[in-house]
């Protein structure tokens, strides 16, 4: 059979059952497994063969919702984690430690923000943030010889500045680290980065998959495209032997394709114990079963959105990619042609005052940190999510003062367009 369309995985797959079993995935609610003999356990702690023994580490509800995410975003292997922070913060650990430099787009989400620059940076991990929009040469000095990988966003969140995703693949590669991608606000219905030359990515499920706010998660998947046996100089804790294994070098026994999800597993979720629980797995399944469908009317209601206030008086500026004339247009239509996400950014007049005393008055969007919903919501970040940036980093982070982030829902669109028309009127 041909490759499967996206909206056919979205539904089916991950999880095939056989004659009998349970249509819909079961959630597997058991802390541990049962083996016959001493030896069949041992061979799953020294790697040797493949199962489950104890959910810190893995769970079969857990793999069959990641193998879904693995084929939707077309990588060879994935993991769920507890949280999109915990995956962010695992795509990095696995491949850089102590006195180790990543590069990192400056438009990325508060709280990647925060845990890239103070607290990894105490674990010794240093980290550049360039401008999306800097130049190749700003780009190229970004690099140093201990540069282990370069992050960014598609879609950052809050800023909504879409990421040249080839650009900095390009970047990465020539100088032989991966390209990581949080792929959060896209989804891989609306961008697959992998088509574009990244390596690894990341998602807060939480947000789209999940759809419904129902679960925080997160997810990492590998592309099984990078040559970490080309760069084993850079990375020999996937390309030397792993002694808390027995001595299995990961991309011996893996290969490129499984190496980097099966370190993340054995050694970090070993650990750090940051797994989604079953539960959380299991209505992440049910979000992705329609992501499709709800992306499609998430980004056509926030364009209609968009296009409203971009013309309504009393809005001093919009940002959302579909616009015609955005900064980011071009890169939006090569990048998402299929839709923008609901994800809208504007300005009311009258700055920081004016969006509080709007969002006030909104009766059908609710204020929440929450973003990427069934439901729509907004947020003030620079009274919120961002208060720890100063001005100078809120700038960096393409986040102004005045800026109201708006996650538009998929209830009816004139429904939404009167509802924020009233908040805005009185203004007046
Ligand atoms: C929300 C978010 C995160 C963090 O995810 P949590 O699930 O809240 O831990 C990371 N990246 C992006 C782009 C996000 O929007």
């Not at 100088?175 to 989804?187: E, K, M, Q, R, S």
């Not at 750090?272 to 079963?289: H, M, T, V």
């Not at 980093?393 to 005045?402: C, I, R, T």
């Amino acid at each position: 059979m041909k490759e499967l369309n996206i909206e056919t995985k979205c539904i089916q797959a991950g999880y095939v059952p056989g004659n009998g079993e349970p249509r819909q995935i079961p959630i597997i609610q058991s802390t541990t497994f049962k083996y016959d003999t001493s030896e069949d356990m041992g061979k799953l702690f020294d790697l040797e063969a493949s199962g489950y023994f104890y959910t810190r580490l893995q769970n079969p509800t857990n793999d069959f919702v990641a193998s879904k995410i693995a084929a939707l975003e077309g990588g060879t292997a994935a993991m769920l984690t507890s949280s999109g922070q915990a995956a962010n913060f695992y795509s990095i650990f696995n491949i850089a430690s102590c006195g180790d430099h990543i590069v990192c787009a400056s438009a990325v989400y508060g709280g990647t923000f925060n845990l890239f620059s103070v607290t990894m940076k105490r674990m010794g991990i240093e980290f550049t943030f360039v401008s999306p929009y800097c130049s190749d040469e700003e780009l190229e000095q970004a690099f140093k010889p201990n540069t282990k990988a370069v992050f960014g966003e598609t879609i950052a969140n809050p800023a909504l500045i879409v990421l040249d995703i080839e650009r900095f693949a390009k970047a990465a590669h020539n100088h032989g680290v991966p390209l990581i991608i949080d792929n959060t606000f896209a989804t891989p219905f609306l961008c697959r980065p992998f088509e574009f030359g990244a390596d690894i990515v990341t998602h807060s499920t939480t947000k789209y998959m999940d759809g419904h706010g129902s679960g925080v998660g997160g997810c990492i998947v590998d592309s099984g495209k990078f040559d970490w046996n080309k760069y084993a100089d850079k990375f020999p804790g996937l390309t030397t032997p792993d002694e808390s294994y027995h001595g299995v070098t990961y991309t011996e026994r893996f290969g490129l394709e499984g190496a980097f999800i099966t370190k993340a597993t054995a050694q970090l979720m070993r650990d750090f114990g940051s797994i989604q629980s079953p539960q959380n797995a299991y209505l992440l399944n049910l979000g992705l079963e329609s992501l499709h469908v709800r992306m499609e009317r998430h980004s056509e209601n926030a364009l209609k959105i968009a296009t409203f206030l971009s013309n309504h008086p009393l809005v001093s500026w919009v940002k959302y990619s579909g616009l015609k004339g955005d900064k980011d247009y071009d890169l939006a239509m090569k990048y998402l042609p299929k839709g923008q996400c609901g994800v809208v950014s504007f300005g009311v007049k009258g700055g920081r005052k004016a969006a509080e005393a709007f969002m006030k008055q909104l009766k059908l969007a609710s204020v929440e940190t929450h973003v990427a919903d069934a439901k729509t919501c907004c947020l003030h970040p620079a009274s919120a999510t961002h208060r720890q940036m100063s001005d100078d980093e809120l700038v960096a982070a393409g986040v102004s003062p005045d800026l109201i982030r708006l996650s538009v829902g998929i209830e009816n669109v004139d429904d939404l367009i009167c509802d924020l028309d009233q908040a805005l009127n009185t203004l007046k």
